[in-house]
C-alpha cells in the first residue's frame, strides 16, 4: 500500500512530518441546557459532552478509547473528522485543522449505517477514493487497482460484486476498512467495531490493523471490552467527558482510575484474584475480567 500512496499525486492538507498525527489542545464540546445524552455542568453552568480534553497520538499508535456509555467517545471522533466543532480548544491533524484532511478513515458503529442501500462492495471501497480522485471526476484504472488491493488487503476480493447488505458484521467491517484504505487513511478511526463480531471476526479486524503498523497508520478504537484494550493496544484512554488517564494500559486499568470513570457502574472484589467491572448503564449488564493492578 505505500508504493500506492507514493505513487499517486495527494489531494488535501499537506502534512508537516515533524508533528503527531493528532493533537487536541484544552477541548470541550458544549451544548446548550436541556440538550439529550448531556448531563455534566461545569462551573459556568453550560453542559459539556466533553470538557478540556489534552492529548497527543503519535504516528503508529493504536490507542483503545474506553469509557461508560455516554462518555463522549463518538463525540471525540467526530472532533477529529470535523463533523463536530469545539466550544474551546484546538483540534490539530498533522499540524492543521481538520478541514480539508483526506487522511482520516473514520468507520462509524454499524447501527449508523443504511445496510439497505443498494450498493456493491467495490463501489463502497470505490468511495474512499473520492478525495483523491476530485468530485464529479470518473475513477481512473488506477483507483480501480488501489480498490482492488484494498480488498485484497482485508481477504474480501471474492465480495466485489455482492450488495453491501448481504454480508455478515464481520465483513462488512472488513468492507469499511478496505474503504479507509483505498481513502488512503494515514489516521483511522473505528467507533465500536466489534461489536456483535464472533472471536475469529475480531482476530481477523486485528489481523488487518496489525498489517497497518509498517505503513505508519495511527489508529483509535473506542471499544467497552477492557481487556480487549489491554491486552491488544498500545495506549488507552479512559474517558468519561474528561480524560481520566491516558497512558500504557497498565498505568490506565488501576482500581482508582476505574471507579472515577465508571463511577457506581463499576464494582471490584479485593478479595478476588481479579477485579469484576459490571457496567450497567444501558438496562444490561457486561461484564469485563481485568487483571489485578
Known amino acids: ?93 498533522f499540524g492543521q485543522g481538520p478541514d480539508g484532511h483526506i487522511c482520516i478513515g473514520y468507520v462509524p458503529q454499524r447501527n449508523q449505517i443504511d445496510w439497505s442501500f443498494p450498493v456493491t462492495v467495490e463501489d463502497v471501497v470505490m468511495m474512499g477514493r473520492v478525495g483523491q480522485i476530485g468530485l464529479f471526476r470518473w475513477p481512473r484504472r488506477a483507483d480501480w487497482e488501489v480498490v482492488r488491493q484494498s480488498l485484497a488487503r482485508v481477504k474480501a476480493t471474492h465480495l466485489a460484486k455482492k450488495q453491501i447488505g448481504e454480508l455478515s458484521g464481520g465483513q462488512q467491517q472488513r468492507i469499511f476498512i478496505a474503504r479507509a484504505l483505498a481513502q488512503e487513511a494515514e489516521l483511522l478511526l ?43 493496544f498500545d495506549k488507552i484512554m479512559l474517558l468519561n467527558r474528561h480524560i481520566v488517564a491516558f497512558a500504557e494500559p497498565t498505568a490506565v486499568l488501576t482500581s482508582e482510575n476505574l471507579l472515577q470513570a465508571y463511577g457506581g457502574h463499576v464494582h471490584l472484589l479485593p478479595d478476588a484474584e481479579q477485579g469484576i467491572l459490571v457496567d450497567d448503564c444501558c438496562g444490561h449488564d457486561e461484564y469485563e475480567a481485568l487483571s489485578e493492578k
Open 190 to 232: 473505528l467507533d465500536e467495531p466489534l461489536n456483535g463480531l464472533d472471536v475469529p471476526s475480531q482476530q481477523t479486524i486485528f489481523n488487518i490493523l496489525d498489517s497497518l503498523r509498517p505503513d505508519g497508520v495511527t489508529v483509535l478504537v473506542a471499544t467497552h471490552d477492557l481487556q480487549l484494550a489491554a491486552d491488544r
Open 1 to 93: 500500500m505505500t508504493h500506492l500512496m507514493n505513487a499517486i499525486a495527494g489531494r488535501g492538507v499537506a502534512h508537516d512530518p515533524q508533528t503527531p498525527s493528532l493533537q487536541m489542545d484544552d477541548v470541550s464540546v458544549a451544548y446548550a441546557a436541556g440538550a439529550q445524552e448531556v448531563s455534566v455542568a461545569g462551573g459556568n453552568g453550560r453542559l459539556y459532552a466533553l470538557q478540556n480534553i489534552t492529548f497527543t497520538a503519535q504516528q503508529g499508535e493504536r490507542i483503545a478509547v474506553v469509557g461508560p456509555n455516554g462518555a463522549g467517545k463518538s463525540t471525540l471522533f467526530k472532533l477529529v473528522v470535523g463533523t463536530v466543532r469545539p466550544s474551546q480548544g484546538q483540534v490539530h491533524i
